[in-house]
């Protein structure tokens, strides 16, 4: 009987037991990490930054330098692949990274992480900036919040868009290095926050000098500038906002495991005949940066560099065929070019140089927008810590480009074509000039400050089926599932509606 009694309290006990791992089973079962409900944001750093740098020099390469005329390539030469299909290379895929990025700054918060929060908010700007300069208005607000039942947002214009921009890198400049937490495996500055405090201003500086056309900046640009402990900016390009690469796979710059056929064929990318003009025009060593020399003469005493015209459907018979055209630099080079000597890290992906900030205070003290500094010391700073940048990426065992040769004659900034004289729209254009130089594969950094300036002159190539685009069009599922929220972004671009030649809100010239 005894033994009956104590084999039923142990069905008993068994039974509360597994009632008591059955009520906790969801909760003991749980990721913590799974990607819906983070707990430690630096599991999604690394990665974040990684798609973000890809993505930036992707794009760039295949669209972004090709608008701005920095390169050619005979597939968008003529602008003729304008379709919705290839939105996500301008950018439209951000979207994606943007969850993780909101996921990021939720978790930071929970653990009260200002840090990562900070970052978060810097890369969730970047992300926003890039979307609505190449498209207008775009989701904002209610943007990457389908787990709050939000699945068709709504379009904020791009005033709307710039405005929450600048409030989230005021933010984070205001947060980053306020709490103790130290920052993991953030693959841009080794979690050093003053970095990122420092490319957060940067952008506030760029987003304010491109919308200067419809809003006076000297208030929030002098307040940067005025007060630089508060407000730090880029010293040199040693802390500007450029993703290192490794030389082990998967961590090696993006061009490197590319294709040489698509790289070198007949039809593939070359150097920009207008990058080749300018540069030639002002004895600038960077060309043998951005390109290599020609076949036909890179095996004698004189090397020679010649691009091609966007918009020029046979490549092939341009100046007497591919032997006598520059493929693009070695720097950007695959592989397959010359494996003996090909680099997996000497190219960078770059998300804003210190060059750049340089010269949007040059414009910006020109312009009388700020008081601090002297424009003409700015321009030349910008101008000289370029060199300084390309003659620091070439490895040491390279023969052409070497890295002396890449640092310019002192009589350069001398030359009528660089020396900071004559009026302020002379002044001003070579401003423009040196920006254009310096944003080379950045992005859509050169695309943007075009369409804003309209300077270099760059005129749409001879077989080309219309003018150069000044924005992007939306991709064909927010016509098929985002379609009333869709049409009203059409009302606001005003102009033809979804076209590329409709301009964006700051785009006044």
């Known amino acids: 009987m005894r033994m009956r009694t104590n084999f039923f309290i142990l069905i008993i006990v068994g039974i509360a037991s597994f009632l008591s791992c059955t009520t906790d089973f969801e909760e003991i079962n749980t990721n913590p990490n799974q990607a819906d409900q983070i707990s430690d944001p630096s599991l999604l750093l690394a990665n974040i930054i990684r798609t973000l740098g890809n993505s930036n020099w992707n794009n760039s390469f295949d669209r972004g330098a090709i608008f701005a005329d920095q390169i050619s390539s005979y597939y968008v030469g003529s602008f003729g692949d304008l379709s919705r299909d290839n939105a996500g290379q301008f950018s439209w895929s951000y979207y994606d990274v943007l969850k993780d990025i909101d996921l990021m700054i939720a978790a930071a918060e929970e653990q009260e992480f200002e840090n990562y929060k900070g970052i978060g908010l810097v890369l969730r700007a970047f992300v926003f900036q890039n979307l609505t300069d190449n498209f207008g208005p775009i989701p904002y607000t209610e943007a990457g919040k389908a787990a709050e039942g939000i699945n068709f947002p709504e379009y904020d214009s791009q005033e709307e868009v710039y405005s929450g921009i600048l409030a989230e890198l005021e933010l984070a400049n205001e947060i980053l290095g306020t709490s103790n937490e130290v920052v993991n495996k953030d693959i841009l500055y080794n979690g050093n926050t003053e970095n990122w405090r420092k490319f957060s201003n940067g952008l506030r500086l760029r987003v304010l000098l491109r919308q200067s056309d419809r809003k006076d900046p000297s208030a929030a640009m002098q307040e940067i500038v005025s007060n630089p ?7 040199s ?257 005003g102009g033809n509606g979804d076209v590329v030649s409709t301009k964006v809100w700051w785009d006044v010239n």
Request: a negative charge.
């Open 229 to 235: 402990a508060a407000n730090p900016l880029f010293t």
């Open 237 to 493: 390009h040693l802390d500007q906002a450029a993703l290192e690469y490794l030389e082990d796979s998967p961590n090696q710059h993006p061009a490197y495991t590319g294709n040489v056929s698509d790289w070198s064929s007949a039809s593939g990318t070359r150097f920009s005949l207008t990058m080749e003009s300018i540069l030639k025009s002002m004895n600038d060593p960077r060309i043998a940066a951005f390109a290599l020399p020609t076949s036909a003469s890179s095996n004698t005493a004189n090397p020679e560099y010649f691009g091609i015209p966007n918009g020029v459907s046979n490549t092939s018979d341009f100046n007497d065929g591919i032997q006598n055209q520059s493929l693009m630099g070695l720097l950007f080079a695959p592989r397959q070019y010359k494996p003996e000597i090909v680099s997996p890290n000497a190219a960078q992906s770059v998300f804003m140089p210190y060059s750049e900030v340089q010269f949007i205070l040059a414009e910006a003290r020109e312009k009388g927008y700020i008081n601090i500094g002297d424009s003409e010391s700015y321009y030349l700073k910008g101008i000289a810590d370029q060199f300084a940048y390309y003659s620091s990426r070439i490895p040491a065992n390279w023969v052409l480009p070497t890295s002396s040769q890449l640092l310019p004659e002192v009589d350069y900034y001398t030359q009528e074509s660089v020396v900071y004289t004559g009026s302020q729209e002379e002044k001003l254009n070579k401003i423009y000039k040196q920006k254009w130089l310096s944003l080379f594969l950045v992005g859509f950094e050169a695309w943007s400050e075009w369409r804003r300036v309209e300077y270099p002159a760059i005129e749409a190539g001879p077989d080309a089926f219309g003018d150069i685009p000044v924005r992007y069009i939306y991709p064909a599922d927010e016509l098929r599932i985002n379609e009333d929220n869709y049409n009203n972004a059409v009302q606001m671009l």
